[in-house]
């Protein structure tokens, strides 16, 4: 049960970090895909990459 809740909000912080990522008009479509392409792949590591990493420098 537990892990059923776990794996539902990766996938809402997943299309969160998505939906953010093709909000922004300065990168590029290309960098924007392969950014949605690595965070839908790796789910809560993608989130936490996107979220500390990369937000803040976009």
């Known amino acids: 049960m537990i892990a059923t809740i776990v794996y539902i909000a990766g996938i809402?912080?997943?299309v969160w970090c998505v939906l953010d990522i093709f909000k922004?008009?300065?990168l590029e479509p290309l960098f924007k895909v392969l950014?949605?392409?690595a965070v839908l792949a790796?789910?809560?590591v993608g989130f936490l990459v996107y979220y500390l990493l990369i937000r803040d420098k976009i």
């Open 35 to 37: 950014l949605a392409i």
């Open 42 to 44: 790796f789910s809560w």
């Open 12 to 14: 809402v912080a997943a």
């Open 24 to 26: 922004h008009n300065k």
